[in-house]
């Protein structure tokens, strides 16, 4: 099995620009979770979904952030316009079978907003 | 609401020290709980798990034990080896009691470096 698979691996781009992150969970699972890791706040859930369809996204920080899971093995996450605050790691973890299993996650995406 | 606390880091211990790290948490349900490790560059690992009061979890030699009475899940290992060294996390998941952006919650992690 490949694993959870992010891209890009790493993003730059300029303060105002929208910036698409991309990922692929294992095959099969059912469960697929946004999170964004920092140093000040460590890691902070975004949203998931089960099924494809968004259970929770109390964790979305504005609404500049959305997900999107058009199908069982593909999630974007996009911010639109992007600053200098939203430079983080964000992992995509994918879960099978119910809520409390454990989450394999992806590699991240490094995201700098200059 | 839920949340986990962990003992800040980093953490530097001597190869083949013991290791204890120390996790406590709080929740309004019924957690599983567990241990993940982040090396270098990487995504988190599923280290260790418990699903109920008094589980031990434990694999590659670290075990944890869910203490329902002291809300605690520490990990140990009676002999660290420079390979360990990486940050670890401590996590809950409670998405059964009403699910919300805290019902999977990690601590903050502990950098563990362990020196030759």
């Known amino acids: 099995d490949a694993g959870v698979i992010q891209s890009p691996r790493h993003e730059v781009t300029e303060m105002g620009q929208e910036v698409t992150l991309r990922c692929k969970p294992i095959?099969?699972?059912?469960?697929l979770f946004w999170y964004r890791q920092t140093m000040m706040r460590g890691l902070e859930l975004l949203i998931y979904?089960?099924?494809?369809?968004?259970?929770?996204d109390s964790g979305m920080p504005e609404d500049r952030f959305s997900a999107k899971m058009p199908n069982a093995s593909f999630s974007t996450l996009k911010i639109q316009p992007s600053e200098p605050r939203d430079s983080a790691v964000y992992f995509c973890?994918?879960?099978?079978?119910?809520?409390?299993?454990?989450?394999?996650f992806g590699n991240g995406t490094r995201l700098t907003v200059t | 609401g839920n949340s986990v606390t962990q003992m800040e880091g980093p953490v530097t211990l001597s190869e083949e020290a013991f290791l204890t790290i120390n996790c406590t948490y709080t929740?309004?349900?019924?957690?599983?709980l567990f241990w993940y490790v982040q090396y270098p560059g990487e995504g988190l690992q599923l280290l260790l798990k418990?699903?109920?009061?008094?589980d031990k979890g434990s694999n590659k030699g670290f075990e944890a034990t869910y203490r329902k009475e002291t809300t605690s899940f520490h990990l140990e290992k009676g002999s660290v080896q420079v390979s360990d060294s990486a940050v670890y996390f401590c996590?809950?998941?409670?998405?059964?009691?009403?699910?919300?952006?805290?019902?999977?919650?990690f601590g903050k992690g502990t950098h563990l470096i362990i020196q030759p």
């Open positions: 095959s099969g699972h059912d469960y």
């Open positions: 973890a994918s879960s099978y079978g119910e809520p409390n299993s454990p989450l394999h």
């Open positions: 979904f089960n099924n494809n369809v968004p259970i929770d």
């Open positions: 418990a699903t109920k009061a008094d």
């Open positions: 929740a309004t349900g019924y957690p599983s």
């Open positions: 996590a809950l998941s409670d998405l059964y009691s009403g699910g919300g952006a805290d019902g999977l919650t």
